[in-house]
């Protein structure tokens, strides 16, 4: 980790003048980089927990000082929010040092066999102190699962039999369906009641569905009110045709009533 020093009281930063937040290298695969955007999209748009968090894709994790940042897909920090400045050095990636913890999830996706998702990056992430580290593997590259979690444990991060990180509120599911035009399987989150994080798209047809189901039965009340009027002045007629019927004969509708 880095090291903080202190001066007749006064906290003095380190110096990362060394270290590059950005290198300029090209994103993932098409795949990927949706996915990343799908994962960190829904959350930073449509998650409201009670605390506050960042939800960052292909941003850098700094944790020592002179090793190179570890750049997850994905990943979800909670109680912790951005400085007003991000465009200050030290604000431009997540350094841990900084935000004062590490994050509570990270996801990598694999594109290919040599990422080292399954051996290098999770000592890192265990030495990092990750709570829960997520491995999506669509084309079964490196495992027999399209998806495996991770928790810390003991200084380790250990194998979870299920798909829920219960320390976050959340829960992971594999879900099968369109996304930006394109049907695959996509890792999603579900909320702590086991609901679908919305995407923008799907909040969006969500809410229009919602308006036209309004729509419509706003249209059956109004059919419905017309119908209550058309019998109403259906009686009102009878009534006055009978009415004058009466009064041929001779008799007195009103009398009748009274009677």
Known sequence: MAEIVMQEDTIVAPDISHIITEDDQPVDNIFSEKQQRLLAGSLNSFWRPDKPFVAFSNVGILYALHRPPIVP???????????????????????IWEYGKPPEVVVEIVSNTN?????????????IGVWYYVIFDPQHLIQK???RIFRFSTGNLIPKIDR???NVGLSLTVWEGAYEGRHDHWLRWLDADGNLILTGHEHAQQEKQRAEQEKQR?????????????RADQAEKKAANLAAALKKLGMDPDALDAS
Do not use: C
């Open 73 to 95: 897909d994905m990943f979800l920090s909670l109680n912790v929010e951005l400085p007003p400045d991000i465009w200050k050095k030290e604000h431009r990636s997540y350094f």
């Open 164 to 166: 829920e990180l219960t």
């Open 145 to 147: 699962e399209h998806l």
């Open 218 to 230: 706003a249209e059956r009340e109004t059919v419905r009110a017309e119908q209550e009027k058309q």
């Open 115 to 127: 990422g080292r998702e399954n051996s290098r990056k999770i000592d890192i992430y265990s030495q």
